[in-house]
C-alpha cells in the first residue's frame, strides 16, 4: 500500500500561478512514476503531467506546455505540479498518482495508487 498525498490546491484569480506537490508514504519511490491528472464533472480524468522520480523523463500535456511544470524536489522527497497562467477552464480536481513500475504512461488506468485530490479554482 502507497499512500500519496497532494497538497497546495485553492482558489486564485485568472493569471495567477499555484503550486501542487504530491508525497508518497511507503515503498521505494525512486522506482516510482508519478502523473498528475485533473478531472471536472461529468468528464473523464485529463492527463495533465507526468515524471520518473529516478529521473530522465518528464512530461507536460501538450495543450498545457508553456504553462505548466512537472518537477522533482528530492530534498522534499516530492514531486510539484507549477501552474502559471492560470484559466478558469484549468478549475478542476487535481490529482497525483503513482505507477509502481516506473513506465511513462498518460492512461489513468495504468496508475496503481491515487490521492484524495486537491481542488483548484480560478476565478475572478
Known amino acids: 500500500q502507497v499512500d500519496v498525498v497532494e497538497s497546495g490546491g485553492g482558489l486564485v484569480q485568472p493569471g495567477g500561478s499555484l503550486r501542487l506537490s504530491c508525497t508518497a508514504s511507503?515503498?521505494?519511490?525512486?522506482?516510482?512514476?508519478f502523473g498528475w491528472f485533473r478531472q471536472t464533472p461529468g468528464k473523464a480524468r485529463e492527463f495533465v503531467a507526468a515524471?520518473?522520480?529516478?529521473?530522465?523523463?518528464?512530461d507536460v500535456a501538450e495543450s498545457l506546455k508553456g504553462r505548466f511544470a512537472v518537477t522533482r524536489e528530492m530534498t522534499r522527497n516530492t514531486v510539484a505540479l507549477q501552474m502559471n497562467s492560470l484559466k478558469p477552464e484549468d478549475t478542476a480536481v487535481y490529482s497525483c498518482?503513482?505507477?509502481?513500475?516506473?513506465?511513462?504512461?498518460?492512461?489513468?488506468?495504468?496508475?496503481?495508487?491515487w490521492g484524495q485530490g486537491a481542488q483548484v479554482t480560478v476565478a475572478s
Open positions: 511507503a515503498g521505494d519511490s525512486r522506482t516510482y512514476f
Open positions: 498518482a503513482v505507477r509502481l513500475n516506473g513506465i511513462y504512461s498518460a492512461v489513468a488506468d495504468d496508475y496503481d495508487y
Open positions: 515524471i520518473r522520480w529516478s529521473g530522465g523523463v518528464a
